[in-house]
C-alpha cells in the first residue's frame, strides 16, 4: 500500500511538474508565439552560416504569415504582397487595411502594412504600425530594421543604431546589419 502511495504521489508530482514547465514556457513567449517558432529564433541566433541563417529567416517569415487566424485574412495579406510587388501600393494598403480591421492581434499584418506606409512616405503613420507589430511580436527582426531605417530617414540616427542592435541581436545575419555605424577601433 504504502509503495503504491508513493508512486502515485511521484506520478501527481511529475504531472505537475510539467504544467508548470509548460506554464513557464508559455509565459517566457511572446504573445502568439509558438514553441516552433521559439526554437526558430534560437536556432537563428546561434545560425553559424549566412545561408543557415538564411533558411531559417524564410521559415520565420512563414511561421509569421501561417499565423493569420483565417484562409480569409491570409489571402488578402498575400493578395496585398502581390499588389505591393506590382507597385500597387494603395490598393496593397486597402487590403491591409481590412486585414488590420479584422485581426486586430495577427502582428504580420501591422508589420505588412507599416512596409506600404514606408513605401509611401508616411514615416509616422509606419512607425506606429512597426510599433503595433512589436507589442505582438518582440521578436520581429523585420519590424525593427524598418523602424530602424526610419528613425535614421528621419535624423534620428543614434535611436536607429539602438534599433538596429536590437535586431541584429536576435537575426545576426540580418541584410540590414551593414547599415551598422561601428565607431573607429572597434570590432562589433
Known sequence: MTRLFSQAFR?????VLLAAAICLTLLVLPAGATAEQDVLFKALKNAPT????SRIEDDIWNSWLDAA???DIRKKVDEAMGRRDGYDFQGAKELLDQVVAEAPDYSEGWNQRAFILFLQGNYEASLDDIER???LEPRHFGALSGKAIILMTLGRVDAGQEVLREAIG???FLKERDMLIKPQ???L
Open 133 to 135: 507589430a512589436l507589442e
Open 185 to 187: 577601433g572597434v570590432d
Open 170 to 172: 536576435i537575426h545576426p
Open 50 to 53: 549566412e545561408e543557415e541563417a
Open 11 to 15: 506520478h501527481s508530482a511529475e504531472v
Open 69 to 71: 487566424p483565417s484562409p
